[in-house]
């Protein structure tokens, strides 16, 4: 099996050359195990790789330095403090927008509903009460019924007679009601 790009680049830095033909991942395991009983070999390697790494990754070492002084006592208090000034401010907030809704918003009126609208809305329960657009409580061709009680609405608005018979009729009734 290959050894990865990772696998390469670990053992570059612990001093090992593993990209070379012919070595093995049991020679490899067996290099580790040694350079780790002697400390000796490690220490300066990972030193300059250390070192080299601050260098190419400058953000990624102020970041490890960042959390190293966290973990101390006074970064701890540090930390303390900014949470408790973190949810100080949040508070602050909260209140400065509960106030500012309160004083600024006027309060939303639901739009009122105009009378031909009303009218419309009467007729299309006529319109579904009947059995002329399908059976009763159904309406199949919507728009067919929309039409039909919306030229009625305009025409009883207007001053039109309502018809004589049929389900024009019924729609006319319930929008004159609408009407007086």
Do not use: C, H, W
């Not at 009460?129 to 409580?137: H, L, P, R, V, W």
């Not at 919306?150 to 001053?159: D, F, P, V, Y």
């Amino acid at each position: 099996m290959a050894f990865s790009n990772l696998e390469k680049a670990m053992a570059l830095v612990i001093g090992l050359d593993i990209a070379r033909p012919g070595t093995s991942r049991a020679a490899a395991k067996q290099a580790v195990r040694i350079i780790g009983r002697s400390g000796m070999v490690l220490a300066p390697r990972a030193a300059a790789a250390t070192t080299g790494l601050a260098a190419a990754n400058p953000i990624t070492a102020g970041v490890g330095l960042g959390l190293g002084a966290l973990q101390t006592d006074p970064g701890q208090q540090l930390l303390d403090m900014a949470a408790e000034r973190g949810r100080s401010d949040r508070v602050r907030f909260e209140q400065a927008l509960t106030d500012l809704t309160m004083k600024t918003a006027p309060a939303v009126r639901k739009k009122q509903k105009s009378v031909f609208n009303k009218a419309v809305s009467a007729g299309m329960k006529a319109a579904k009460a009947s059995t002329s657009y399908g059976k009763k409580g159904v309406i199949n061709d919507s728009k067919k019924a929309f039409k039909a009680v919306t030229k009625e609405a305009s025409r009883i608005k207007k001053g039109g007679k309502l018809a004589s018979k049929g389900i024009k009729r019924k729609i006319g009734l319930a929008i004159k009601k609408v009407f007086k």
